[in-house]
């Protein structure tokens, strides 16, 4: 196992699996190719180190290039592809074959044929060493693969995670514990502090309330808490970058968590997409949402009588219980439409005993 910044990788494929591959793509292409002198042209950065052992292996006469793409930042693709190096001169009427390090979605190979459409080459042919089929969605024919590999990020042999193990020989994939991420909904009164009480302990989830979060950061007088700050005495919303930075924050400080619990944040669909973005962007998702529901004038009684020992005025009110529940429905509502897209909302029967609520919603999280 090694490490790179905050990840960790696993040995995946040996430098003699890799070496294997090269040598029999170079073989392949030079039956295609033995009375040509084609030009190979590499991607950079990935492909440097495949390049040079391709062209080892390659018995006939050629010529090497390089083109300079990127798309990926840390673990995921930013999903738009820049040329960095164009295409090089002079290749009128010559063979081209594109050396790419990985092929996965094909929006680096899409940009690549784009480039080279704008030319007049005899041929143009391409060949990866290591090839997601899985996720592959482009329309251009692979010619030549390596190895096929499923959809795992993987650093090593040229391939990096922020810019780390271009150098190591052979190739290595992130040991991704599996995290569960949870967002639970609940009209006031259905228990879910209590409920997330519980499944933080069972699952090591970490509970993230942005009402806690929020008073924490103003309170201590964080950054990010003197601008939300500024913005709620000034009347206005808080908006979703300084709240989505706040709870990016509360990640961060839980590392060895299994998964989150985040319990008052989406309450728009605007915010729901943040977050995904957000989570996206750590290599994470919404694995579920959960609703506890129950009926209204239950949680009207309880909330009465919460509010005895509370000492909250809202909780004393049915007006402002029943204002609340309104509030409740009409933002939940998109919400619910939004996740049941993704096939990710659960309703949960919020009535009965904290351990009967509690066993429904292991059932649920058990199932993902």
């Known amino acids: 196992m090694i490490r790179l910044h905050d990840k960790y990788f696993k040995p995946f494929l040996s430098e003699k699996q890799i070496l294997g591959a090269i040598q029999r793509m170079a ?154 991420n949870l967002v639970l909904f609940g009209k006031p009164g259905a228990g879910k502090g209590t409920q997330a009480q519980f499944l933080k302990e069972k699952y090591n989830l970490k509970h993230i309330s942005t009402g806690d979060v929020f008073r924490y950061n103003i309170k201590n007088g964080t950054e990010l808490g003197t601008l939300a700050k500024s913005y709620i005495d000034k009347g206005e919303l808080v908006p979703d970058e300084v709240t989505i930075k706040m709870l990016e924050d509360e990640v961060d400080k839980n590392p060895d968590a299994d998964g989150f619990i985040f319990d008052g944040f989406p309450r728009t669909t605007a ?31 309880r909330l009465l009588e919460r509010g005895k020992n509370s000492g909250r005025s809202d909780d004393q009110d049915v007006s402002k219980i029943r204002n609340r529940f309104e509030e409740y429905n009409s933002k939940t509502a998109p919400l619910k439409d939004y996740y049941e897209e993704q096939h990710k909302f659960h309703s949960v029967n919020g009535i009965g005993s904290i351990d009967e609520i509690t066993q429904r919603l292991t059932k649920v999280i058990d199932s993902l």
């Open 27 to 180: 073989q392949e292409i030079a039956v295609d190719y033995k009375d040509d002198t084609p030009i190979f042209v590499g991607v950079l950065n990935g492909a440097f180190m495949f390049v040079s052992d391709f062209l080892k292996e390659y018995p006939y006469s050629c010529e090497v290039s390089f083109v300079k793409l990127s798309s990926y930042q840390g673990l995921t693709s930013t999903g738009i592809v820049e040329t960095l190096l164009d295409v090089p001169d002079n290749i009128e009427g010559r063979s081209i074959i594109i050396l790419e390090d990985i092929i996965d979605t094909g929006r680096t190979l899409q940009k690549l044929v784009h480039l080279f459409s704008n030319t007049k080459v005899k041929e143009f042919k391409i060949a990866s060493l290591f090839y997601k089929a899985e996720v592959y969605n482009g329309e251009y024919a692979i010619d030549y693969v390596g190895l096929e590999i499923p959809d795992k990020f993987i650093v090593g042999y040229g391939l990096d995670y922020k810019e780390l193990g271009r150098n190591l020989r052979e190739v290595y994939q992130l040991n991704q514990k599996y995290m569960i």
């Open 271 to 301: 915010q729901a997409e943040a977050l995904d973005n957000f989570l996206e962007s750590k290599d994470m998702k919404v694995d579920a949402t959960i609703a506890l529901e129950a009926n209204d004038d239950i949680l009207i009684e």
